[in-house]
């Protein structure tokens, strides 16, 4: 699959936003944190995936009632679906300069990704920091994807090619108006 920039501007991909806080201290202390030990950009984005799929998580598997939507408040509380979760990566990959996207898959309901450009590569590629039970196959490759859910077209399901700079509306919207999960539940999007 092709993947397709919303916007032709690189620098719209390194952002900040209401979601992506980057330059909130939370983050800013995560990230200083995550790149002790990542000597380039490789190794901080697998270091900033890991911490994301496996140290935060999915407030479903979890049974946290919390909806969280800023990149920050997902560091945080260390709770998040996975639109929060990929709210959160993408701010640990652009605080580090690392151009990254939000993108999404259609199943029964809308699932949240990113993808990342890291330098000297012409492609972007996605990643999947959902973690936990349902997720648990996703790894952070560079050669091919391993999500945490692979589409079935058949079913109707929908890999979504673009490449979003923010967060999609129908997105922020249900996680903003969501008092908790149990109604987040009912508000999640069934496609865009």
């Known amino acids: 699959m092709e993947l397709i920039q919303n916007t032709p501007d690189l620098a719209a991909y390194l952002a900040a936003d209401d979601a992506i806080d980057h330059e909130h201290p939370v983050v800013r202390r995560t990230v200083a944190t995550l790149s002790a030990d990542a000597p380039d950009a490789y190794a901080y984005a697998e270091a900033a995936f890991t911490f994301v799929r496996d140290a935060i998580p999915h407030s479903v598997d979890s049974g946290?009632?919390?909806v969280t939507w800023r990149a920050s408040d997902v560091l945080e509380t260390r709770t998040g679906i996975c639109y929060a979760k990929s709210h959160a990566l993408v701010a640990?990959?652009?605080?580090?300069g690392i151009p990254a996207a939000l993108c999404y898959q259609k199943f029964e309901a809308v699932h949240g990704l990113i993808a990342l450009k890291l330098p000297g590569r012409e492609r972007w590629v996605r990643q999947d920091a959902r973690g936990g039970e349902a997720g648990a196959?996703?790894?952070f490759r560079l050669d091919r994807e391993q999500l945490?859910?692979?589409?079935r077209p058949e079913s109707n399901e929908?890999?979504?090619?673009?490449?979003?700079?923010?967060?999609?509306?129908?997105?922020?919207q249900c996680l903003r108006d969501a008092v908790d999960r149990p109604r987040l539940a009912q508000l999640l999007p069934t496609a865009l």
């Not at 929908?158 to 922020?172: C, G, M, N, R, S």
Request: net charge neutral.
């Open 92 to 96: 640990l990959l652009r605080a580090r």
């Open 148 to 151: 945490a859910f692979a589409v």
């Open 137 to 139: 196959g996703a790894q």
């Open 64 to 66: 946290d009632p919390r």
């Open 158 to 172: 929908v890999d979504y090619p673009v490449l979003f700079a923010e967060p999609h509306p129908a997105v922020l």
